[in-house]
Structures are given as C-alpha cells and as structure tokens.
Nanobody, 121 residues
C-alpha cells in the first residue's frame, strides 16, 4: 500500500484562500503523476488539477484560481486555492499514479482519505 495523505482543509469564507498539501509515495516520488480531485455530496468525484513532472492541468471551473505545484524533495504536492467559492465546497482527495497526469479518477492507483473544504457565502 502506497500512503497518500492530504492535509490543509478547513472552513473559509467566500473569496478566501486555502492551501492543501499531499505527501505521496516516498520511493521515486518524482516518477508519479499526482492529481487533486473533489467530491461534493450527491455528486461524482471530479478532477480538479493534476501534475506530471512540472506541467499542471486544471479543470475549467478552477483555472485561474487554483495552482498546483510539487516539491519532489519533500514528496509533496500542493494545491493553492484562491478566490474560493461556495461551489468549491467538497471533500478533496489527492491521488498518485505511475505514468502521465490525467484528470480521470479511475486511472489513479493510490488515494488519500480526503480533506474537507467548506466555503461559506
């Protein structure tokens, strides 16, 4: 089992910011693509952002507000979330996969337990 652990969720007012962190596989972390996903109550899990070596990709709903980055020396990927909206409220999951980054949840091999993000209006 490859541990993937998220942190940094919480409650924030609309327009505020949060930074999520995710520690991924220790061995050969740099070779893993990492993704952030979210799932709101009653909705399917959706891709938010993903990153291969350095190129980040974003869902249209978060582009320009969220920034993904990674620090391979710390086995960590970050999701900086600015300009948060109530519709961003969800459980956010981090995931890892060998291969290229993709926004498709079924293609990821390892998942964290999730961290709750709640944005109040």
């Amino acid at each position: 089992q490859v541990p993937v652990v998220e942190s940094g969720g919480g409650l924030v007012q609309a327009g505020g910011s949060l930074r999520l962190s995710c520690t991924g596989p220790v061995r050969m972390f740099g070779s893993f693509a990492m993704g952030w996903f979210r799932q709101a109550p009653g909705k399917e899990r959706e891709g938010v952002s993903c990153i291969s070596r350095s190129d980040g990709y974003y869902a249209g709903s978060v582009k320009g507000r969220f920034t993904i980055s990674r620090d391979n020396a710390k086995n960590t990927v970050y999701l900086q979330m600015n300009g948060l909206k109530p519709e961003d409220t969800a459980v956010y999951y981090c995931a890892a996969r060998r291969g290229i980054a993709t926004m498709s949840p079924p293609l990821y091999d390892y998942w964290g337990q999730g961290t709750q993000v709640t944005v109040s209006s």
